[in-house]
């Protein structure tokens, strides 16, 4: 549906889940809180949900048409929450069970993308007692050490000598007991959304991001000021159209819907690889879906419009009813 043509009272009775349990729970606060304002401006009947302190009784109580997903991490970006929506009946913004269940697992993920001969970093997945020379010798230094199902650098360490490697296996182990060793990709960090699904997926705008000394790490995401977003992304139109076509395949291998997000990491090959696939990406004012789509046309608010008319039930394909 073109966001364009969103008759807000149409949507019904909407319900926002943002907030849960997850170590994301103050991002998804603010983007649920931002989301649900914009759908307030824009007349629809809209209402705050956080499974973190409400029950899911009360969830399917509450009479909503549909849901629009602003939860963050483990149980709302991870097929948790998709699946009590499924079996509510309610209708929901994004991807389905399965697609975020595998989107949310970093060595799941990549190795669907490597079946399917997309570039993404070499990687070893770490359990206690690992070899730390191994990990050395196959992925060399610095690398990348990181919770498999943790999103927004929680966990995350560049890890530049062999006797870093254990505390940032443990770090990470804390957030989540798979971890995964990533080989490190020296480069231009880029991000680009993806909006639909299966062939009407396609990408908005490459967002191409400077953070201070290239470290784009949580604090320079949500709290600095100091990261520069360039989008227009400045780079060749026809590499731009590349990285679009890699990201939207990524988008369609996992089953995404809805819409995502793709981290990419350019090296200095010109060599684009993937990082990883958000599938509930954040709507914060620092957050890059609202930029890259305003660079296509494309207000905040009627993203959000946008983005809550394609809710549907991924099991049975049902679309939320629109009210006449």
Known sequence: MSANRVDPKALGKVVVLFGGKSAEREVSLKSGSMVLAALKRSGVDAHGFDPAEQSLV?????GFDRAVISLHGRFGEDGTIQGALEWLGIPYTGSGVTASALAMDKILTKAAWLAQGLSTPDYVRLEPGFDAKA?????????IVKPA?????LGLTKVKTLEQLQDAFELAYRYDPNVLAEKFISGQELTVPVLGEGDTAHALPVIRIQAPDGNYDYHNKYIGNDT?????????PEFEAKVQALCVKAYQVLGCAGWGRADVLVDAEGTPWLLEMNTS???TDHSL?????RASGIEYDALVLQIAASARLKATGVMAEVKP
């Open 281 to 283: 990406p954040g709507m």
């Open 228 to 236: 520069q977003y360039f989008c227009p992304s400045g780079l060749d």
């Open 58 to 62: 009360a969830l399917a109580q509450g």
């Open 149 to 153: 199902q943790e999103g927004s650098t």
């Open 289 to 293: 879906v609202p930029m890259s789509a």
């Open 135 to 143: 990990v050395v010798s196959r992925l060399g230094l610095p690398l």
